[in-house]
């Protein structure tokens, strides 16, 4: 008759130890504890199990539920078993003593101390300091011969039964993993990060002959690995990730795969056809194939052997969880986590066809049985704090146990032999399910109609479009290449961040409709948005101030034709004056304050009518009519004296001719070349007038005395304040002492004041 199977769990109120099927009843002679119970654990051979309380750690029987041995460890947060179950470990909070030393708060102690039946006090086999709760155990060999920990810079091998000796050591500079092969060749394995420049490192040595590694994989992308041995102890899976992905597909860092085999004859990157993360890796128990899933979701799943070939590929889907029954017939493919709970189970022995998909939600724990026909799962606390419970599940799809229970923190098969269970058929029969199962089964609701995504009424009975499908459903590949939005090679139809048109489920596909864009001057495609937009500024700028220089340069030819000088001025005079080039600020100044002077006095001040506007339109030099007379006048001109355009000036040579005046003019001669031109009858000459912009002409003279009174009314500023009695600096004191100079030079020009 086979061992019957069995579990223990552990809740906020207690734990338990329940023998599984058929009958589900709790372990005879166990008496449950109750309080704070810190941690709990089987031993690897299935013989023992320990928990902690806050004064000590008791060990019982597993199948009969007696309690054999009592340790006198106080606050143990971890505890684990050699191998073979002769010695029990136990790790507390790091602490310091009354010297401020710290204290050794991991300790190995033997399970049964002495001759069974004999009550003889426990003595610590041995005692070491262990900072990190991470890694804290020591490892063993699967004889329990040898053990090893890590410390800086070294690994350190002890025997088990002389604990206070190193009996080796294995130096490896920068090591911070290692992993102890659990067959019958005693390797071990370590592994060295990244380190100045030089790529990560998994070594492979046998134990005692450390002077050389039998194997070996150098590696870049590697801040931390899980080391993965098959149950022989002949081949190494390392699965290396960083912390940051400096690609920025994946916010948890990048992640590869390389397997080595144990006497150094292959090593291997395991090159995976589906771009994304790998999310789980796990070995078959006949030690010839594994499994990976990878992939963005909806992931892949596929079956490697030794050699690192691809054997079988499973649909894609969501999961992200990859579990091998005891014998090795069947896989649960699952996804856990963050989605929705579903279980694959495939018998790899029938062309890895599937057996069924379980509905698992919530499920935070997945182990199969020893036997291999049970699957449980369970929903417990920190992960979630509502629905904590444990279900068991037949390998054929249907449930055969439920508990509820609040806050469940462990739940754990008792591990065994497979050779204790038979490899029978676990399809047939199908066993009867417990009444909690039933009961279960009875709450659950059975939804009215299949759900589904939400679909507007217009999209409603027509096929859904590949951007919309999963790809698993037939739905269009992710891709993830890194390239920046917008880019050619970026128009996947529904990749991650991928810009893409606006699709209506059901609508016919429109095309895409390109907007004409101008091609760039030669030059301009490596110039930058900025740059181009200044650019287009500064020749924008120049067109307008070469049409401004053109306008004004058109008006002294008009005069030089035969039109009569503006009264009042020289004919050299008007000349410079109309050839100086103004500002637009300046233009529109000038030519307000001309349209005031030529105004009546009464109406001075007050806008102009239409009548009133329409009476300057044929002396209006803004007129085009104007402007082209007036060229035609300077070409007439020009051949006249048998000269071409005069050269673009330089600075100098412009100030030169412009002489000191600046203030522009109104050539009223241009209204009679626009009249001429058009036909119409000669009007009346207009008066003779002098336009001046305050401030910005006049001879040097004129402009020495306006500097020269500005400083006088400062100096009045100066006193008034001094009267006020302000204090003032002096700097400006020495200003006021310069009032008798200012007033001489003022009156040596000429200037009086008023």
């Known amino acids: 008759m086979a061992v019957p199977t069995q579990f223990a769990f552990r809740t906020s109120k207690g734990l338990g130890v329940v023998n599984a099927a058929p009958t589900y009843e709790p372990l005879p002679g166990f008496e449950k504890p109750e309080g704070n119970l810190r941690c709990c654990s089987y031993s690897p051979c299935g013989r023992y199990f320990a928990w902690a309380t806050l004064d000590a750690v008791l060990i019982i029987d597993a199948s009969i539920g007696y309690v054999i041995s009592t340790l006198p460890a106080q606050n143990v947060y971890e505890l684990g078993f050699s191998p073979l179950g002769t010695y029990i470990i136990t790790w507390q909070r790091p602490s310091k003593d009354d010297n401020g030393d710290a204290v050794k708060n991991l300790k190995v102690w033997r399970v049964i101390e002495g001759p069974p039946g004999e009550d003889a006090e426990h003595n610590v086999v041995g005692r070491f300091v262990q900072k990190s709760q991470t890694g804290w155990n020591l490892q063993y060999t699967f004889d329990e011969k040898y053990c090893a920990r890590v410390v800086t810079n070294e690994i350190q091998i002890y025997e088990s039964q002389d604990l206070g000796t190193v009996w080796n050591k294995l130096r490896v500079e920068g090591v911070t993993d290692f992993a102890v092969s659990p067959g019958k060749n005693h390797s071990i394995a370590v592994f060295i990060p990244e380190r100045k420049g030089s790529p990560a490192s998994v070594k492979v040595y046998n134990v005692p002959q450390f002077d050389s590694a039998v194997s070996q994989k150098n590696f870049f992308k590697g801040d931390k690995v899980q080391l993965k041995w098959n149950d022989e102890g002949t081949s190494l ?15 948890y860092g990048e992640t590869t795969l390389y397997l080595l085999s144990a006497n150094g004859g292959f090593d291997s990157r395991i090159d995976l056809d589906k771009e994304g993360p790998i999310h789980d890796v796990a070995w078959s128990p006949k030690s010839q194939e594994f499994g990976v899933v990878y992939g963005y979701m909806p992931a892949k799943t596929t079956i490697f052997n030794t050699r690192a070939e691809a054997v079988h590929s499973f649909a894609l889907g969501p999961r992200n969880t990859i579990l091998f029954s005891p014998h090795g017939r069947f896989v649960l493919v699952a996804g856990f986590g963050n989605l929705a709970g579903q279980m694959d189970i495939y018998d790899l022995e029938k062309d890895s066809l ?27 606390s920190p992960r979630l704090r509502v629905d904590n ?53 009875g709450t659950v609701k059975t939804p009215s109609k299949p759900a589904g995504a939400y679909r507007p009424p217009g999209a409603r009975g027509t096929s859904t479009p590949l951007a919309f499908k999963r790809e698993d459903e037939g739905g269009t590949a992710h891709v993830r290449d890194g390239l920046s939005f917008g880019s050619a090679n970026n128009s996947t139809a529904n990749g991650f961040g991928k810009p893409r048109r606006r699709e209506v489920p059901g609508a016919e596909p429109v095309a895409e409709d390109k907007p004409p864009v101008a091609s760039p001057a030669e030059g301009d495609e490596n110039l930058s948005k900025a740059a181009l937009k200044n650019k287009k500024k500064r020749e924008a700028k120049k067109a307008k101030d070469a049409a401004e220089k053109s306008a004004n340069l058109a008006a002294p030819s008009t005069e030089e034709a035969g039109a009569p000088p503006i009264a009042g001025r020289s004919r050299s005079q008007s000349r410079g004056a109309s050839s100086n080039s103004r500002d637009r600020r ?59 355009d005069s050269p673009k000036k330089t600075r100098g040579q412009k100030n030169q001719a412009n002489g000191n005046q600046k203030t522009p003019q109104i050539d009223t001669s241009i209204a009679q070349a626009s009249n001429k031109a058009n036909g119409a009858g000669a009007a009346p000459e207009a008066p003779g007038l002098t336009v001046t912009s305050p401030g910005g002409g006049g001879s040097p003279q004129e402009k020495k005395v306006r500097a020269l009174t500005k400083k006088l009314r400062a100096i009045d500023d100066l006193k008034m304040r001094r009267a006020g009695g302000e204090s003032l600096e002096a700097t400006q004191v020495q200003k006021m002492d310069t009032e008798e100079s200012v007033r001489r030079e003022l009156e040596n020009l000429g200037w009086t004041e008023l």
């Open 237 to 251: 899976i390392v699965l290396a990730q960083t912390e940051v992905d400096r690609s920025g597909k994946s916010y």
């Open 354 to 380: 599937k057996v069924c998909t379980i509905e698992a939600s919530n499920a935070s724990v997945c182990q199969w049985s020893p036997d291999g026909k049970y699957i449980l799962t369970a929903t417990t």
């Open 389 to 441: 419970g444990i279900r068991i599940w037949h390998a054929g799809g249907g449930i055969m146990y439920n508990e509820d229970m609040q806050e469940l923190y462990h739940v754990n098969w008792r591990p065994q032999s497979a050779t204790s269970h038979p490899l029978e058929n676990p399809l047939h029969p199908v066993p009867t399910p417990h009444a909690s199962a039933l009961s279960y089964l």
């Open 586 to 644: 300046g233009h529109e100044r000038n030519r307000s304050r001309a349209d005031s002077e030529l105004r009546p006095r009464s109406q001075q001040g007050r806008p102009r009518t239409n009548s009133q506007r329409r009476d300057f339109r044929d002396g209006d030099p803004r007129d085009p009519a104007v402007r082209e007379a007036s060229a035609a006048a300077a070409r007439a001109e020009a051949e006249a004296n048998g000269h071409q």
